[in-house]
Structure formats: C-alpha cells, structure tokens
C-alpha cells in the first residue's frame, strides 16, 4: 500500500454529517431543564447497548443469557475435571466386578470414585490444577463483567422505559428502526449529543459501527492477512473469531492500541512525520502479543476442543448431516457487509440467500462420490435394516457387545451418504442461481459471471460459504494458527496498517473520528466503474473495491429513507433510482453513457429479472416500490419470485388486497419503517397486532427488493460498461507513436513527477484480461447443461497489460481503470501474474502527494 503523506483530516461542513450552521454547536441547556440523559458522555458504548438490549428482547432475556453463560463456564470445567479424575472407567466398561448384597447389577453411581480419592488424584496432577487456576481467574472477570454489565443495562431499561416510552414486553416486537426513530426524536428534547443539535441515523450508525467499519475497509482494501497458500491445500481463507478478536485487540480496544477512547484516534497517529516510529511500536506489540497467545495456546486449545464436543456431540447425534451443511464464514460476513450495516440487517440479508447458495454449491455434487455413496448407503443400510429387524424379534439382541454401536454409526454413515447423493429433480442452472445469490449478497467479483458452471468459482465462493464441518475445524486449530499469523504475517503489515489509519481516518462533528468510507462519499471514495464517473475524485489508493462506496450508499438510502443525505450524494441516489424507475417502466433515455452496440439488451431491468416479472414490477417516482411491487414478486415467472419470502404470509390473509390495505393504513409511519428491509422482526401497530405485523413485514420485503433491484442493476451495468470500455480502447502495448494518440497533450508534455510514487492497493493487479461475456437471458438455463459459462469462457479475451505506476488514458483524456483482481485477491485465469508495490519512501513533504489527494483543513 503506498504511502500518502497526508494528514488526518477534520470534515468540513459541506462533508460533515451536521445541519448547516451547526458544526460546532455545543448546546446550553438550564441547569433546570437538564434530564438524566442529557450529555452522555460515551455515546459510542450507550448506542451499543441500546442496540444490544434490543437485539437480546429485553432486559429480562438478557439477564437469564448471561446467567446462563456464566454457569455454562463452570459446568465445561467442573464437568471435564470430573470425568478425568472421578470415574472408574474399568467399572464403567465392566472390566472389574463389583460386589452387592442387595443386587446383581451395576449402577452408575458404582463407577464414581470416593470423594477422598478423587481430591487427592486432582491434588496431585499439577496440570489440572493450572488449568482451574486459569479457568477461576477467567470465570471470576466474567462475573465483574457480568455485575457491571447489568447495573449499566438496567440504566438502559430505564431509558427505553422513560425517555423512549417502552416497555420491555414491547421491545421483541418493535423494529430497530422504530427504537432509532425514537432516540433521533428525543435528541431535541434530552440533549443526548451536546455537540449537535440534531441526530441523524447516519450518526448512530456511526458510533454503533465504528469499529466494524475500519474492518470492513481493511478487508476490502486486502490490508488483513487472512489468505494464503499453503502447499498442499492451495489457495485457502482463514479468518477465524480467535483471530478477528486478536485484530480488534490490537486496533482498537487493547492495552497501547491505536485509539485512546472508542471515539477518538491517537494524536501521534493522526501526523505522518512519525510512520516509522509508530511502525516499529506497532509491530513489536503485535509480537508481543503474539507470543501471549502462543504461550496461552494449550489452555484454548483444550477450552476449544472441550466446548465444540459438548456443543456439537448431541447435535451430530441427533442429525448426522449437519456437518454437511454450509455457513456463511466469518471473512465472508466481513467481506459481504455494506457499510454502516448492523449486525441483524447482514444477518437477514444472507439468511435470505442461504437457500439459493446451498442449491448453487450442491451443484456441483462429485459424480464419482455420488456412485461411490450410493452403493455405501446401500450396504450400510442392509446390515443396519438386519440389525433392526432382529431386534425387533427379539430386544436382547441389543445386550449383544457393539450391537448398538453398530446400529447407531451404520444411520451416521447412510446420512453423510446421502448428503454426497443429489436429488434427482435437481435442475443444472448455475447462472440463474448465482444471479438469484447476488440478489441478496449483493457483492460478487466480476469473472464469476458467466463461469457459474466451473470448479474454479464454485471453489472461491466456497471461501464465503464454508461448509459447518471446516467451520469447526478452523476455530479448533485458531489457538495454533492465530499467533502465527500475528507474528509472522501481521507484523510485517504494520506500516501499511499505520498509514490506513492516517489515511482513512476522518473526525465528523458530534461524533468523533470513523473511517471515512464509512462517509459513503462518492467524492473521495467512489469508482468510476460503478457508476461514479465524472463524480468522484479518489485515486486507486482512495477508490473502495467492489463497488462497496455506492452500493453501501444506496443500502443505507433504501435502509433509512428518512436519512437526508449531502447534496452530491442526494444526487447520485435519485439519479440511480430514477434510472432503474426508467429502465423498469420501458421510458426512454435520453443518453446513452456506455454506447453499447445494438446486441445489447434493450433494457437491463429486463435482462435481469425477465419480461414477465417486469410487466409487474413498477417503481414510484419516491424510488420506492409501489404496492404492484407485491404482485410481481409472487408472480413465480423469474428469480424475482425468491426474493419475497413474504408471499407465504400474505396469502394467509387470502389475497394481496389485504396487505395493499395494511401498506395504506400506515402511509404515514412508512418513511420511518420501510428501512427496515432487512429487519425480521415486527412491530404491533395498526388495527390489530396481526396487522402491525403483517404491515411491518410487507414494509421490510418492499425496501429489501427494492435494494435487490438496484444491486442487480448496478452490477449489469459496471458489466457491461467494463465491456463497453473494452470495445472502445485497445489494450495492446505498441511502440509506435500512434499509441499516444489518445494521451492529452498536456500529459505528454507535461510528464507527472509524482508517477514513481503512483498509489496503490493490494486489490491492484499489474496484468488484467477482458472480462468474459456472458448469456443475458435467465431462459438459458437446461438441465444438465454447462453451455451457460462455455459461450462466455469463449469470448475470453488474451490481451494482457502491465500497469506501470499511472493511469491509463482513454479518449478524451479521462482515466480508463482496467478489471482488478476482485475479492482481496482472486484472479481469472491468465490473471495469476504477482504484484509488485512501490517502494514506500521514508518521508515525503505536503507537496508531494499524488494526485488527486487532497489535504482537508
């Protein structure tokens, strides 16, 4: 990552998030008219548990949970100790005899050792008893921070119940939109933020997340060490919560950490005269606390092992096939999230694509273990049908030695079998199914489009959708892994990680220093390939992969609609959306930006969701979906049909009209409640509770399609506008001078000095191929059929560039950027080249930042 020697910069009030006029407004309220609440002054700690007591249902619900996880610690431990020191297992598996007066047979409390026993046997074995020293030590913090928590979340029971006028048998069935709601309306009565008269959701959001966006970022940006190539396993992903903790711990929170309070970056941290030194530190207190974990690791190891057997041994029991499902992981939660998204807003999001993405992986079923499992299953279940029946002949088959053992793995093996067996009504339609998944994620690297149908994606989305068993697995050996990776990987990330921080770091009034993608600017960190053109400044450097400005951006506007946006951003917002209204009601444009050829479709809108759904689906001049939105979605003719798990309950009440009715009953309250698109939850408004809630939940599926939409057409138009580009510019490197034709005359003559010192990302590739074309019908899709991908895989282009340190220049002068290698890292094939970073110079004056950067006082 290089190096910019800019500053930390202070927002102005064109880029803040205050009213105007009131950027350094410190509120005087009579000492008289002074609430309880009235200047909090951690809002950042207060806001998080306003959220957590709403997300736990309750003070009560939470109380009972943590109770619960504080006996839970005690039962692992004393219950391990137990089993390892108290019981004589030669009685246990009938090895030794024990004689009764009284009785014949053994009972188990026969196979428990005297209590003399086994305190002496726990008395003399030195390693049992560091581990209950540390587990004691543990177990008591947990009970500090257990008391202290419940005196600072009774005080927000008192908050809800006073200032926001809620009850806590009300809070599981109000959204958080309705909570946010509250707490911005009664910001002008209690003064909560002194620093501004006025709360916007954006600065909740702000101090609920701050930590969480820098993650994002850094994992957007490939700052993470989180990917490698181990030698036999290839390119694999390993980031595990052992290791997202020891993150945080050393960024944020941590003892000698990068912030001095959750709202406030250090100073020496905010100047770039000191890298070097701040480096150094950074790095010798990541090794420090690297050797910490790998000093600690037997004890976690063996915590690991014993929670995930008591955890997971009587759900494997119970359902042999759970270690075959499939889970969102831990990167592709941090890779997916938008910024300034809460925790159950990705939670929804991704829960709703679950099913489409457990179809698209189990498409690619191996025909060879499909064979293999079906003669397994075959076998395994004649011995096992042999073993029930003669048990049900006669039950003292089961007093036979292993009989029951038998039993009970022979039903474990026929249940992974089938889960190696694919259902024979499965249709082969890898395309559709990815389109339905980036519905819903909303985030996808361009070169899986079109290569649906090869072992290659299905692998790197595997990356994002691990399967429970590798979950598992991956937190067992994070005590071993983890401090490896600090010591050996994170730490030579330390002046990048510095410079990020500097770099990235921005103090919005009334709310402290964020990370300034989490701003959402399209000024300073927009693409151009994401419909950002002629709209942003940022260079490489500055620019967010993957479109993560804009589509967090227009997740947030749709999430929030009552959120009043700056005057650029406002524009971008209504420009897109009156282009999809555009695009959706077959209105013609009046420009054509990507003067696509007439092969093109006509419409994107119809490209993507199908003529049928399209007829239904209209979009209101609000940018809203109107209440035909809910036609279109249970018409059932396109992917459309998946992203409405609405449809079910709407027919409960026998037809659509009732919810048109329950959507116009509550017009008023639906600019506070249709952000909760990704919301699950209800609330009891209206004529009745099942009315409240069904209002609710239509309300939450409008705003969730309605991002669906604009995610799809945002990603059908960076396609074809990265095609488009393409056409329009030829990529080969020539010698002659009719090479510089296109280059301004004042780049030619005016070579640029900082070009040596060019910004770059680890996202930046320095060899890039045409992306492939792919099919733009969804009626492509055949049983059995890999023709969808081939069309595209064929029209893959071989021209490779290397970038040297600058832009390369199209018509007209602007700046052409090329495909990266998406997703941190991953690359199409004839894309594995290696990149190279410019050297980051030690020191470097005001002057002599890279273009476009500019230093905001």
């Not at 692992?76 to 089993?83: E, Q």
């Not at 992986?361 to 076998?379: E, G, Q, R």
């Not at 190696?420 to 499965?426: A, G, R, T, V, W």
């Not at 490197?733 to 780049?747: F, H, K, L, T, Y």
Request: charged letters at 20%.
């Amino acid at each position: 990552m290089a190096h910019f020697d800019t500053e930390y910069q202070r927002l102005e009030a064109s880029y803040s998030d205050s009213p105007p006029g009131e950027e350094n407004l410190l509120m005087h309220v009579p000492e008289g008219a002074k609430s309880q609440w009235h200047h909090i002054e951690n809002l950042d700690l207060f806001f998080q548990r306003v959220y957590n007591l709403h997300q736990k249902n309750g003070f009560t619900c939470m109380l009972l949970g943590e109770i619960f996880e504080l006996v839970q610690l005690l039962f692992v431990v004393g219950f391990t100790v137990f089993l390892a020191n108290c019981v004589d297992y030669d009685i246990l598996f009938a090895n030794k005899f024990v004689n009764h007066t009284d009785s014949s047979k053994v009972t188990l409390p026969d196979a428990f050792l005297p209590v003399d026993v086994c305190s002496a046997r726990i008395r003399d074995n030195a390693f049992v008893i560091f581990v209950l020293i540390i587990s004691g030590v543990f177990w008591l913090h947990r009970l500090v921070k257990f008391i202290y928590n419940v005196c600072c979340y009774w005080e927000i029971r008192s908050f809800y119940i006073n200032a926001l006028k809620m009850t806590m048998s009300e809070l599981p069935y109000a959204t958080w939109q309705e909570v946010q709601a509250r707490i911005v309306e009664i910001q002008k009565e209690h003064q909560i933020c002194i620093h501004k008269k006025e709360l916007t959701e954006l600065d909740i959001y702000h101090r609920i997340l701050r930590f969480k966006n820098y993650m994002v970022a850094m994992v957007n940006k490939s700052l993470l060490p989180v990917r490698f190539r181990p030698p036999v396993l290839g390119e694999c992903v390993f980031f595990t919560r052992g290791l997202k903790y020891n993150f945080e711990l050393i960024f944020f929170w941590g003892p000698g950490s990068l912030f001095e309070n959750e709202w406030s970056l250090k100073p020496e941290y905010k100047r770039g005269g000191n890298r070097l030194e701040l480096a150094d530190r950074l790095a010798s207190r990541i090794l420090w606390i690297g050797i910490a974990n790998l000093l600690l690791c037997p004890v976690i190891l063996v915590w690991q092992i014993l929670y995930a057997f008591f955890s997971y041994t009587e759900v494997i029991k119970r359902e042999p096939g759970s270690l075959g499902a499939r889970c969102w992981s831990l990167y592709g939660r941090c890779y997916l999230r938008h910024f300034n998204e809460l925790d159950h807003e990705l939670m929804s999001r991704l829960s709703k694509g679950y099913k489409a993405a457990s179809k698209y992986m189990n498409c690619f079923l191996s025909p060879l273990l499909t064979v293999v499992a079906k003669n397994v299953a075959f076998f395994a279940g004649s011995l096992l049908a042999v073993l029930i029946a003669l048990t049900i002949y006669d039950e003292d088959v089961l007093a036979v030695e292993h009989v029951l053992s038998s039993i009970t793995l022979l039903g474990v093996c026929i249940t992974v079998c089938r889960s190696f067996i694919p259902d024979k009504n499965m249709v082969f339609c890898p395309e559709q199914l990815l389109r339905v998944i980036l519905a819903h994620i909303h985030y996808m690297p361009d070169h899986w489009q079109g290569n649906a149908h090869r072992y290659e994606t299905r692998d790197q989305f595997s990356q994002l959708f691990q399967y429970k068993a590798v979950f598992i697995l991956e937190e067992l050996i994070s005590p071993v892994v983890t401090p490896i990776i600090l010591i050996f990987s994170l730490r030579r990330k330390s002046l990048e990680i510095i410079d990020f921080f500097r770099n990235f770091t921005v103090e919005v009034v009334g709310v402290g220093d964020t990370c300034s993608f989490a701003q959402m600017d399209i000024r300073q960190h927009g693409h151009p390939a994401w419909m950002s053109e002629g709209k942003t400044e940022a260079s490489i450097y500055q620019q967010a992969e993957d479109g993560k400005t804009e589509l967090s951006l227009m997740h947030f506007a749709i999430t929030n609609p009552q959120w009043q946006p700056p005057q650029e951003t406002t524009h971008f917002i209504s420009q897109l959306k009156e282009r999809v209204h555009r695009e959706a009601t077959g209105a013609p444009s009046d420009t054509n930006p990507l003067s696509l050829s007439e092969s093109e479709p006509r419409s994107l809108i119809a490209n993507i969701l199908g003529p049928s759904t399209l007829t239904s689906v209209h979009f209101g001049r609000d940018s809203s979906l109107t209440n035909h939105a809910a036609a279109g979605i249970n018409d059932g003719a396109s992917a459309l049909r998946s992203l409405s798990p609405v449809s079910s309950s709407l027919h409960l009440r026998g037809s659509l009209s009732a919810a048109h009715r329950a959507a116009g009953h509550t017009s008023a309250m639906s600019k506070g409640m249709a952000g909760s698109g990704t919301d699950a939850r209800t609330v009891s408004s209206g004529s009745s509770a099942w009315e409240g809630q069904l209002t609710s939940l239509v309300l939450s599926e409008y705003a969730s399609t309605e991002m669906s939409i604009h995610a799809l057409y945002m990603h059908e138009l960076h396609k074809q506008q990265s095609r488009g580009e393409l056409s329009r510019h030829t990529w080969h490197r020539q010698d002659s001078d009719e090479s510089s034709d296109s280059v301004p005359d004042e780049v030619r003559s005016e070579p640029n000095p900082h070009s040596r010192h060019f910004p770059r990302s680890h996202t930046f590739p320095t060899t890039v191929a045409s992306p492939s074309a792919i099919p733009t019908s969804a009626s492509a899709c055949a049983t059995g059929s890999t023709t969808l991908g081939q069309e595209g895989a064929s029209s893959q282009s071989s021209t490779q560039r290397r970038f040297s340190g600058s832009d390369s220049f199209g018509a007209g002068g602007k700046a052409v950027r090329s495909a990266r290698v998406p997703m941190g890292g991953w690359a199409e094939d004839g894309q594995a080249a290696p990149r190279h970073h410019d050297p980051l110079p030690e020191e470097s004056s005001e002057d002599e930042m890279p273009p476009h950067i500019h230093k905001v006082t």
